[in-house]
């Protein structure tokens, strides 16, 4: 048998039934609409292309699932407030984050929050943040990966899907 000439890679998908986050949010529509407070679970899957070595392994696949699990415990039981929205004004105050939005007051115990550095708490807004979470990391550094995509779903039959591709 003729061994390959070629690089080997190889696309891994990781969708565990661990790979979740229960959180509180709203969606914003407009200046001056918005869902009401409620939560979701959230579940996460990602889709990557990697090379296989030549003992015929990608990773360790722990590294990869361990890091995912690690992005999910961070958002995990918070209420995620959108710090980009141009319709929100958030402001820090003894502990509390009070949020303006259109005519309305909203207070939010600082230790129950996350803030992040995203426009919406949609799921098109949440795989965007956790892609970009994971190609900081060593584990899923451009290069280790050549292509990476986060799904995030809020529920069956409803997600968003962000990607990066190495290739040019």
């Given amino acids: 048998m003729q061994e390959d000439q070629h690089p080997r890679v190889v696309r891994l998908s990781f969708s565990k039934e661990y790979l979740k986050f229960s959180a509180a949010h709203f969606t914003i ?6 869902e009401r407070l409620h939560g979701h679970n959230f579940t996460v899957a990602v889709d990557m292309q990697v090379s296989v ?4 392994l990608a ?5 990869y699932k361990d890091e995912l699990k690690k992005c999910c415990a961070e958002l995990d039981e918070y209420l995620i407030l959108p710090q980009l929205s141009p319709h929100l ?3 820090s105050n003894a502990g509390e984050y009070v949020v303006q939005f259109h005519k309305e007051t909203m207070r939010f ?3 129950d929050t996350q803030l992040l550095p995203i426009r919406n708490t949609t799921v098109e807004e949440f ?4 892609l970009n979470q994971l190609l900081s990391t060593e584990v899923f550094a451009p290069g280790k ?9 809020s529920g069956p039959g409803q997600s968003g899907t962000s ?5 040019a």
């Fill in 29 to 34: 529509f407009s200046a001056t609409e918005r």
């Fill in 59 to 63: 990773s360790n696949y722990r590294v």
């Fill in 109 to 111: 115990l600082q230790a």
């Fill in 127 to 130: 795989s965007h943040y956790l």
């Fill in 53 to 56: 070595g030549d003992d015929g």
């Fill in 145 to 153: 990966v050549s292509e990476l995509s986060v799904t995030v779903a």
């Fill in 89 to 91: 004004i958030i402001e």
């Fill in 163 to 167: 990607s990066w591709s190495g290739y």
